[in-house]
């Protein structure tokens, strides 16, 4: 691509008001995600591949790709201190500096770092055990569903409990996870069920179990 090549000669589809979107990956007119290898980065490209192995995830890919949120994707082996403690993901929004998140005219994050972990927690949850792939595909999905608008409601201004404000994110996680369990088939599906089982409200884990989600 040069200079000339507005959205990736894609302007139906993309969007890039100011040049930034496009960090090594376009969609093209049937929606497939196409990359540039001299520009997208290492941990992007491996993102994206496991994120493309279920249709949940790799459409949350495509998501990410036509955002007005520019998204900053490293992967870490380390486990992640989040507010609570341990965690998989981290998605932190750009603030000004006057501490103010940076948001697009449209009321979305302007520019965010995305932080995955592959580690295994200390004390074992729903990801113990799984693969790296499924993994990425899951922990990218979630945090992926955070950049939406409603979700950065939730997330920031709804006095809500965290579990209540996780529930949406969790329930494309769950569900990106079922899809990848039904192809490549990994560890316990009873234990793996009954994870989310305990942590999703009951109409929701039943949404996602009976595919009305």
């Known amino acids: 691509m040069s ?27 049937n929606g497939q995600v196409q990359i540039d290898q001299n520009k997208a980065s290492k941990d992007a490209i491996e993102l994206y591949n496991a994120m493309s192995k279920t249709e949940t995830g790799a459409q949350a890919f495509v998501d990410m790709v036509n955002s007005e949120t520019k998204i900053n994707v490293t992967i870490t082996d380390e486990i992640i201190e989040g507010e609570d403690g341990e965690v998989h993901g981290k998605t932190t929004p750009k603030r000004d500096e006057n501490d103010q998140i940076i948001e697009t005219k449209n009321g979305l994050y302007k520019e965010v770092d995305m932080l995955i972990s592959t580690a295994d927690l ?8 799984a693969s790296r792939e499924e993994k990425l595909n899951a922990i990218g999905t979630h945090e992926r569903v955070h950049l939406s608008k409603e979700q950065m409601f939730r997330d920031d201004f709804e006095p809500k409990s965290p579990r209540w404000a996780e529930q949406r994110t969790s329930m494309y996680e769950f569900k990106t996870r079922l899809e990848y369990r039904s192809k490549y088939g990994t560890t316990t599906q009873g234990d793996f069920v009954k994870n989310y089982q305990k942590y999703l409200y009951k109409w929701n884990f039943n949404k996602v179990i009976n595919g009305k989600f």
Do not use: M, Q, W
């Open 3 to 29: 200079p000339y090549n507005y959205c990736a000669n894609n302007p139906v589809i993309l969007v890039d008001p100011d040049g930034e979107e496009i960090e090594g990956f376009s969609v093209d007119k």
């Open 122 to 129: 200390t004390d074992p949850d729903r990801f113990t055990g």
